[in-house]
């Protein structure tokens, strides 16, 4: 945690990010001067499949799947990391600005 936003990866298209929204992705953290992570979960246990990637692929509009990293989801105590935040906040600043 307090290391930049996350953008979840599966090769299975479980999330809603795409080779094209990492390329996105990562020219508007680069432009924000933010860091960004990459998750990809354990491939012995199934993930994903949520509502964004069959949004996505309903109405054919280019997602990611970005957030915060976090302890515990779903928990009575998740703990997350308030720079995290703010980053993540800039990055999206910089994407809305065309970067």
């Known amino acids: ?6 953008i979840k990866i599966n090769s299975k298209q479980r999330y ?17 001067g933010v860091p960004s992570q990459s998750f990809v979960g354990n491939n012995a246990m199934p993930c994903g499949t949520t509502i964004g990637p069959i949004t996505a692929s309903r109405l054919g509009i280019l997602t990611v799947d970005v957030g915060v ?3 515990s989801m ?11 935040l703010l980053m993540l906040s800039k990055a999206l600043a910089a994407y809305w600005r065309g970067a």
Do not use: K, Y
């Open 1 to 6: 945690m307090g290391r930049g936003p996350v």
């Open 74 to 84: 779903h928990s009575a105590r998740e703990m997350s990391h308030i720079d995290d």
């Open 16 to 32: 809603a990010t795409d080779g094209e929204g990492i390329a996105l992705w990562n020219r508007a953290c680069a432009a924000a």
């Open 69 to 71: 990293g976090l302890l």
